[in-house]
């Protein structure tokens, strides 16, 4: 007898070994447990909780002084497999003290889809971006775009603006004559038809340039703050990126604060998702903006977060490549970032990201697929 632990693949082992459809259905929820944080639940209800939980073979941790009713809240979390949070959501719908709210949230995580895992490459027609590489104008724009492509980029993501700290505002006009050269080759060489094309930008007069000659996605590090923007991605039937900045690119790194950043940015993107299904936009994907007034602490605990904002129940990008809060985990400089870039954008993945916003695509896609095949 041959004896070892596994941490994934259990639905192919169950295959392998010959167990039914019926079987593999039932027998690989149990091999994934959610873990749900829950800040100041009121004691009683999380008492409540806790014995629902061990009714269903599931639990849930609270504080010692919580079991003797010794605070008026307190913090806990929930750990429970798919079956056993079905069976949750029923009993907590009946519940008090805000226990029916838990159980819409678990009833949205057990709904959220799995979508495809996706790279979006860089191009920046600006002299100014942090990492100069990804600096590129005219025909070498667009053979670097062509190389992408054939490196395995699903997306192109394209601006004319930095949006990095402490960056300089450019107006429309100028951001316009940055980037039709390259839009006007992209449409002539029907590049539009090989991927899906997407505008880094919050202009409307460049917005809708693009959106007419084949763009598909309007990528907005201001999270549809303009109508005008909503307005055009609804007529064009256009995707949006709703990214969560918190002020400007200006002065978005002077001391940033949060109450609680998961919490702040989820309540964000409730607003901004309100806004979009006002102005009718069917398609919208969710950026917690890394490095965009952020601390590091921020990122990293949104990073290790992002299975939560799949109860929203769209796709979710990361963009952390190269960024600033690599150089603060390790001394170096953006040339020299791309290992750290991998380890974030993998653990990303893993914890429910399936876009990965990056400057170096080759490198992304066999990583993905080493990630894919391992997982």
Do not use: W
């Not at 977060?305 to 390790?330: P, Q, T």
Request: hydrophobic share 40%; proline share 2%; aromatic share 6%.
């Amino acid at each position: 007898m041959i004896m070892y632990e596994i941490d994934s693949g259990v639905e192919k082992i169950l295959q392998s070994v010959g167990t039914t459809k019926e079987g593999i259905s039932i027998i690989k929820q149990k091999a994934y447990i959610h873990k749900i944080y829950i800040k100041d639940i009121k004691t009683g209800a999380a008492n409540i909780l806790k014995q629902d939980a061990l009714s269903v073979g599931a639990d849930v941790g609270v504080s010692e002084a919580c079991v003797f009713c010794g605070e008026e809240y307190t913090d806990a979390i929930l750990l429970a497999t798919p079956a056993q949070l079905k069976k949750l959501v029923k009993k907590e719908k009946l519940q008090p003290f805000g226990l029916r709210n838990l159980s819409i949230y678990m009833n949205e995580l057990l709904k959220a889809k799995t979508y495809e895992n996706k790279i979006m490459g860089v191009i920046n027609a600006n002299d100014d971006s942090f990492f100069d590489s990804s600096r590129l104008k005219g025909d070498d724009a667009v053979k670097k775009i062509n190389t992408m492509i054939q490196e395995g980029a699903n997306i192109i993501d394209i601006g004319a603006v930095s949006s990095a700290p402490n960056s300089k505002l450019v107006n429309e006009d100028e951001e316009l004559l940055r980037i039709k050269p390259i839009i006007d080759e992209i449409y002539k060489q029907k590049l539009y038809e090989k991927a899906e094309l997407s505008v880094d930008s919050y202009s409307p007069k460049v917005v809708k340039y693009t959106l007419d000659r084949g763009f598909k996605i309007v990528n907005d590090i201001t999270g549809l703050k303009n109508d005008e923007i909503a307005r055009l991605a609804s007529e064009y039937k256009a995707k949006v990126v709703i990214m969560h900045m918190q002020n400007n690119p200006s002065n978005m790194q002077d001391n940033p604060e949060y109450k609680d950043a998961v919490n702040d940015v989820s309540e964000f993107f409730k607003s901004r998702l309100a806004k979009a299904n006002e102005f009718g936009i069917k398609d919208v994907i969710l950026d917690v903006g890394i490095g965009f007034g952020k601390t590091l602490e921020h990122n990293i605990s949104l990073i290790k977060s992002l299975a939560h904002f799949r109860s929203f129940g769209c796709e979710l990008l990361i963009g952390g490549s190269r960024k600033s809060m690599i150089d603060k985990i390790v001394s170096c400089k953006p040339e020299d970032r791309l290992p750290g870039t991998l380890s974030l954008h993998i653990k990303a993945l893993e914890n429910g990201a399936n876009i990965l916003r990056v400057h170096d695509v080759k490198e992304h896609y066999q990583a993905l697929k080493v990630y894919e095949s391992l997982k």
